[in-house]
């Protein structure tokens, strides 16, 4: 039977026939994002926080979007200049928080496994908007939901995420969700920059491209300055020369994928950003629909779900 | 009281006990099977056939047939955060939760604020142990001033002031120019030199072992050649100026093969390693619970077996639990922001005897020495159930099944990483040097209410 259970703090929390509720589901929302008023009163009435310790402009937009659409009321915390910092500690800001009597709480934090501390700390249903370089749940899910509404499905599809894995909370979350849907999931990035045994998460992992043509779907993930500093890789000249990925490196029919945001001229060429490959404007679109569609599902739930909520 | 062998604690009662009918395990003895202990004025004054011996005047008397007696267990890793950190533990708390586990003595780690690295600050350190230490406790000093790697403390006079040995414990001595400065001053001073081997700049910002759980987690890994190539670098330095070195808590495979090495070329090295690393795994950080984050980290299954077949074989000398309490709200944060360290000597022989012992994996003899050897390691007495040696003793229900922190913890931190777990083997009475320095509710309540001296008023242990 499918369950989605009180909270998303990761993908491990879905099996496939919930993944596909939530995109059933997300399709009729993205449906009401077409509409000249794109509301509905699912949420009128309860209260979602977006408590962001990071830095984010897309996640927290489309969150905050989605619960508007829901008619939910929306309260914004971001660290800074919040109590966050004078000191105060995750679990006495959620606290605080929770006792506003939220429906849900939506994190952003550097740290892994902080959504699933402060599932222990409020009744309210707890969405992990990434937790370090742990999970991002909800961007593996709008990415399941591009990549099918573009193939229908996901079976035997073979995609493969290029760049820094090491360091990408959406990359985990990538390839534990387009397996479990059937895609076989390749990895590819300087050996610096791919964890020891990441073969465990059930991909495969190659330092080159040589192979790319294998590929259906390319999924590339944001190369950070930072890493020049820590040695990971020798130059951003030299990443790009290897990595970066080009219309000449495409072939006809693959499809082109990132998170954002994108640095233009590392990681993708901006020939390849433009290339109507791409589906990168498309992720971004899903990302309302989507975050909808989960904050609808774990809050409201089909009559069925009742019971089990 | 500091005796000859630099270990402090304050001057309780002397007990006189009759313990009748237990099971004595003392393998160091010879003893396995069931005895009368008569302990007269903290000694113990006699061993006879169950039933044999009869309390004197003022003697209490302890009925514990189907329980076991052993030797006292000895630690040597403990941090008992005095002074500067006594909202984690203190000296008081610390030694009644190293009572509580059985443990008749414990040895300090000077990772303190400040950092144990003068005579002052050692001198008012065993002037409170002699105040208020339940058992015997030995403290080493730090090799470096404030653990910074660069300047030796004054070694010589830290002796003087009562220091068993050195070490730096919490961090490696990352210069080996400095250790091996401080190898040669020791062949001066004496005391053994104890490393907690780290290399940095491998282990990084490392919050748990590097392997398949890091990967599926994005936790940055500590990798075990991190220890074990410090372990190698180490063992050599050792050799070469014929020194006294002990590796503390080791946790891989790789630095048991660099270990056995350095033994086997006659190196004067020993090593020890936790119940945690023994019976754990890095899949317990699945949970990103912050109880299962120590330094060394949990590491594989094949690391595991590896120091379990290492103890065995007596390669790795002696058990330590690297008892490092933290507060509640100090370990409430996520994984990554965590200090290091688990709580360990309330669950030390329960963990092993439980997951061990039970198990199939570990004689229930080899426990009790291994708890036991650290003793020696540092120069002092093993303790030992023989008439006219002092009572360092342990009482323990090998039946008896507990939830491991259902009742708190006689520890003042509650991090403990088997919270929750059911385990076999409930210490019941500890005697150190010669003192009743724990008993369990039920046996507590009828020592004191008891009357002195009637044969008649056996006390039921349970």
């Not at chain 1, 001229?265 to 490959?277: N, R, T």
């Not at chain 2, 160091?28 to 004054?45: M, T």
């Not at chain 2, 890793?77 to 984690?88: A, D, I, S």
Request: contains cysteine; negative net charge.
């Amino acid at each position: 039977m499918t369950r989605i259970g009180r909270h998303l703090l990761s993908i491990d929390d879905l099996d496939r026939a919930s993944i596909e509720r939530i995109l059933d589901r997300a399709e009729s929302f993205d449906e009401v994002s077409g509409r000249e008023i794109k509301k509905v009163p699912a949420l009128r009435g309860r209260t979602v926080v977006n408590l962001f310790y990071e830095a984010s402009t897309r996640t927290s937009s489309s969150f905050e979007l989605a619960a508007k659409r829901l008619s939910a009321d929306v309260v914004s915390v971001r660290s800074q200049g919040s109590s966050v910092d004078k000191g105060e500690s995750l679990k006495d800001t959620v606290q605080t928080l929770s006792a506003y009597d939220p429906a849900a709480i939506v994190i952003r934090s550097p740290h892994a496994g902080a959504a699933g501390l402060v599932a222990g700390w409020t009744p309210a249903a707890v969405i992990n908007a990434g937790d370090g370089k742990h999970e991002h749940p909800t961007q593996a899910l709008l990415d399941v939901f591009t990549l099918r509404r573009r193939l229908g499905s996901l079976d035997g599809t073979n995609i493969w995420i290029v760049g820094d894995v090491l360091h990408s909370r959406v990359a985990r979350s990538d390839i534990l969700a387009f397996t479990r849907m059937g895609a076989n999931v390749t990895v590819c990035g300087p050996p610096t920059l791919i964890p020891r045994e990441i073969e465990a998460l059930g991909c495969e992992a190659t330092a080159t491209l040589e192979r790319l043509g294998e590929a259906d779907v390319v999924y590339v993930l944001r190369m950070q300055q930072e890493r020049m500093r820590d040695s990971f890789v020798p130059s951003l000249r030299e990443y790009a020369t290897r990595y970066q990925i080009t219309p000449d490196r495409l072939l006809p029919g693959q499809l082109l994928m990132h998170p954002g945001p994108v640095n233009r001229g590392v990681e993708l060429s901006g020939e390849a950003i433009d290339s109507p490959q791409a589906l990168i404007g498309a992720q971004v679109r899903a990302g309302v629909a989507v975050r909808m569609a989960v904050l609808y599902e774990l809050l409201v739930g089909t009559p069925s779900l009742a019971a089990v909520a | 009281m500091m005796s000859a062998e630099r270990l402090f604690h304050r001057a309780d009662r002397p007990a006189d006990l009759l313990i009748q009918g237990a099971h004595v395990l003392d393998p160091r003895a010879g003893l396995d099977g069931p005895h009368d202990v008569l302990i007269r004025g903290g000694h113990i004054a006699e061993l006879g056939s169950p039933g044999s011996l009869q309390p004197g005047a003022d003697t209490e008397t302890v009925e514990a047939v189907g329980k076991h007696l052993f030797p006292g267990f000895v630690d040597p890793h403990v941090h008992l955060r005095t002074p500067g950190q006594e909202y984690k533990e203190d000296i008081a708390t610390g030694t009644a939760a190293a009572a509580a586990g059985g443990f008749c003595a414990v040895i300090a780690m000077p990772n303190t604020d400040p950092v144990v690295d003068d005579a002052a600050i050692l001198g008012s350190l065993t002037d409170t142990a002699r105040r208020q230490a339940r058992v015997p406790v030995g403290f080493l000093a730090s090799i470096t001033r404030g653990l910074k790697g660069h300047q030796l403390t004054e070694m010589a006079e830290l002796r003087d002031a009562g220091a068993l040995g050195f070490t730096d414990d919490g961090k490696p001595v990352v210069s080996a120019g400095v250790l091996r400065r401080a190898l040669q001053y020791q062949r001066l001073c004496g005391g053994v030199i104890a490393l907690h081997e780290e290399d940095p700049d491998l282990s990084r910002d490392g919050a748990m072992h590097e392997g398949a759980v890091s990967a599926r987690l994005g936790i940055a890994g500590i990798p075990s050649l991190s220890e074990s190539t410090m372990v190698a670098r180490d063992a050599a330095l050792a050799a070469y100026e014929s020194a006294r070195v002990h590796f503390q808590h080791l946790s891989c495979v790789e630095s048991i093969e660099a270990l056995s090495h350095a033994k086997q070329a006659g190196a004067n090295v020993s090593a020890e390693v936790c119940p945690h690393h023994l019976t754990l795994t890095d899949d317990m950080v699945r949970t990103l619970d912050s109880r299962f984050k120590m330094n060394p980290p949990l590491r594989a299954e094949s690391d595991r077996r590896a120091l379990v077949d290492a103890l065995t074989a007596g390669v790795i000398d002696c058990v330590a639990t690297d008892h490092a309490p933290h507060a509640g709200h100090e370990k409430e944060v996520p994984f990554e922001e965590a200090p290091m360290g688990t709580i360990g000597l309330e669950t030390a022989f329960a963990s092993l005897y439980t997951e061990l012992v039970l198990a199939g994996e570990l004689e229930l003899e080899t426990v009790i020495e291994r708890m036991t050897d650290g003793a020696a390691l540092y120069g002092l007495s093993v303790p030992r159930i023989a008439p006219g040696r002092p009572a360092n003793l342990c009482l323990v229900d090998l039946e008896a099944r507990f939830e491991v922190g259902a009742g708190g913890y006689v520890s003042r931190s509650a991090n403990c990483c088997f919270h929750g777990r059911m385990l076999q083997g409930k210490v019941l009475m500890t005697v150190a040097a010669g003192a009743v320095a724990h008993a369990a509710r039920m046996l507590a309540e009828a020592l004191t209410k008891a009357p002195p001296s009637s044969a008649a008023d056996h006390l039921r242990v349970r």
